[in-house]
């Protein structure tokens, strides 16, 4: 099982001190996030991807590539590529160009985006979001996977022996999550490739994410890709830990009563009932993710998002070493031992390349 | 077996608009087994829900009580909507309740519009304020809307024939009938992905 840390890059004011973050400092500190996760132990760090103020998240291959360049192990991953408003050609060039500096540390989640704007900025008609995460990713999919293409469709110009260059890093295309909040439609596009469905699992109910995940399971099966319980399949989650929770409760609960998207509805008491976040000690984070399994079933990764609300950089790296030290490592082994043989980790550059020579 | 749910966004207690509510529940209720059908009739009391309706705006999911309420709506194969007059419309309360029920949910149904005030000044705001924003929701509002001003309650009886008439007409819409089919799940029969790659 993979365990890792995804960030929106929200530029949020801390509301203990009223300091906003300079863009620099925010940008430079995402780097220092990801560097803190390799070094504590965690497979895999994930960017957002955003357009707009107050994000710093534009253009996520540089940051990618420039946290590669300092990492020698972390999987480099995105939550969300926009597969909408951005052109699958540059996404087949763009990824796989990191998949060669990366060494193949490298896969992608793909998401419609939720800032209405972004669609007519980029030309788009946020009302086509579903059809054109569909077509775009069927595009996306051939190129990387054949040369000289033809292709014509509804929403870009058409391709004559087009080769998107470079080719994926030995001719293996980066494994592909979709992530999806509320559209069956997304789960089941990742079923039908066979590819990972990652559930957000932050903003909405538990019942929900069970609901999305049956789904993806099921049409998984039906599209001949393995049994329902071999489908690979990511959660978010979202903690923040003391040694004493009280102390977490009391130092996290001004970042939540401000957070951007939450705050000033309901309590952190309250939203904590309702959703995944658990802000506790790290026992309690423990037991809590555990639980996931029980209605997902055995899952291949789990992404924290630990990075947001205004959070000081100082306080994200001592939060990244207590998931590293004290709750990753239970849980690796915890889940190691629930999770039947039958059930493949999330495939890997390593993995793909192996199973490929098997096959050949 | 015939659902009716009776939204009424009356903020104290005792209030009139769920006096007015009731009634109308219970006109509708009469009109509809004078028919031979049976009735369950579903409150749901916008108050008790105003901090979760406040949270799923902020938040984009209804909190249990409010998730129940929403689909308890959805189901229901009529709907009885009641708000007081606050500032010349309806209630914030009353329009955060159906801003957050999801788009389609009332296309096609029946719907009887009701509304309390506290002089007869307010008595179109059925007409004026409620009937465009049902309209764009395609229900399928009675021809009678009542309006009680606070006047209504003492003296000569002229709420009663307004409430039979309307809760008739909301009961002629229902009979005959299909009952509403259960909410299609799009969980358990997804679009084949074949059909959304042709567009």
Do not use: C
């Amino acid at each position: 099982m993979q365990f890792g840390i995804f960030t929106v890059g929200d530029v949020t004011l801390d509301p203990t001190t009223g300091r906003v973050p300079t863009e620099q400092e925010r940008i430079k500190a995402t780097v220092a996030i990801a560097e803190k996760a390799e070094e504590v132990g965690l497979d895999v760090f994930a960017t957002g991807e955003h357009h707009n103020p107050p994000f710093i998240s534009s253009n996520p291959t540089a940051t990618l590539a420039f946290v590669a360049a300092r990492t020698e192990r972390i999987i480099l991953s995105t939550a969300t590529t926009l597969i909408t408003t951005t052109d699958p050609v540059l996404i087949a060039e763009d990824y796989a160009k990191l998949q060669h500096l990366a060494d193949g540390r490298v896969d992608l989640v793909m998401g419609r985006g939720n800032t209405g704007p972004v669609y007519p900025w980029f030309g788009k008609d946020i009302r086509q979001g579903l059809p054109l995460a569909v077509e775009n990713y069927a595009l996306l999919h051939r190129l990387w996977r054949e040369t000289d293409v033809d292709w014509q469709g509804r929403f870009r110009t058409p391709l004559q022996g087009y080769t998107s260059s470079p080719r994926p890093l030995d001719d293996v295309p980066p494994f592909v999550w979709h992530g999806s909040i509320r559209s069956p439609e997304i789960a089941e596009q990742a079923a039908y490739y066979g590819d990972g469905f990652f559930a957000n699992h932050i903003f909405w109910p538990a019942s929900h994410t069970e609901q999305m995940v049956g789904l993806y399971r099921r049409r998984f099966e039906h599209y001949g890709h393995g049994s329902a319980d071999q489908a690979i399949v990511g959660l978010g989650g979202q903690v923040f830990m003391r040694a004493n929770s009280q102390d977490a409760v009391r130092e996290f609960r001004p970042y939540f009563d401000n957070a951007p998207v939450y705050g000033h509805g309901p309590s952190l008491e309250d939203f904590m009932a309702q959703t995944p976040l658990t802000v506790g000690s790290p026992q309690q984070v423990i037991e809590r993710t555990l639980g996931f399994r029980e209605y997902v079933g055995d899952y291949q990764r789990q992404l924290f998002l630990m990075d947001h609300a205004g959070l000081p950089l100082k306080t994200v790296l001592e939060q990244l070493d207590i998931l590293g030290e004290q709750v990753v490592p239970v849980l690796r082994e915890e889940f190691a031992k629930l999770k039947p043989a039958h059930v493949p980790d999330a495939p890997t550059h390593q993995s793909l390349l192996e199973s490929r020579r098997v096959a050949a | 077996m015939r659902t009716v749910a009776v939204v009424s966004a009356g903020l104290s207690n005792p209030s009139t608009t769920r006096l007015l509510a009731d009634r109308l529940a219970e006109a509708t209720d009469r009109a509809l087994r004078l028919g031979g059908e049976q009735v369950e009739v579903v409150h749901v009391e916008l108050r008790d829900l105003a901090h979760a309706l406040t949270d799923h705006l902020l938040t984009g999911f209804p909190s249990g009580p409010l998730a129940e309420a929403i689909a308890g709506v959805a189901r229901a194969d009529a709907l009885i909507a009641v708000t007081p007059v606050f500032s010349a419309s309806y209630s914030g309360l009353f329009k955060t309740f159906f801003d957050v029920v999801e788009p389609g949910t009332l296309e096609g149904k029946p719907v009887l519009l009701a509304a309390t005030a506290g002089t007869a000044r307010h008595s179109l705001v059925v007409d004026v304020a409620m009937r465009p924003l049902f309209a764009y929701l395609r229900a399928d509002v009675v021809a009678t809307g009542v309006f009680a001003a606070t006047d209504d309650f003492g003296g000569a009886d002229a709420i009663t024939p307004r409430v039979d008439r309307a809760a008739r007409e909301l009961a002629d819409k229902v009979v005959g009938r299909l009952p509403v089919a259960a909410v299609a799940d799009p969980f358990a029969e997804p679009v084949p992905f074949e059909e959304l790659l042709r567009g």
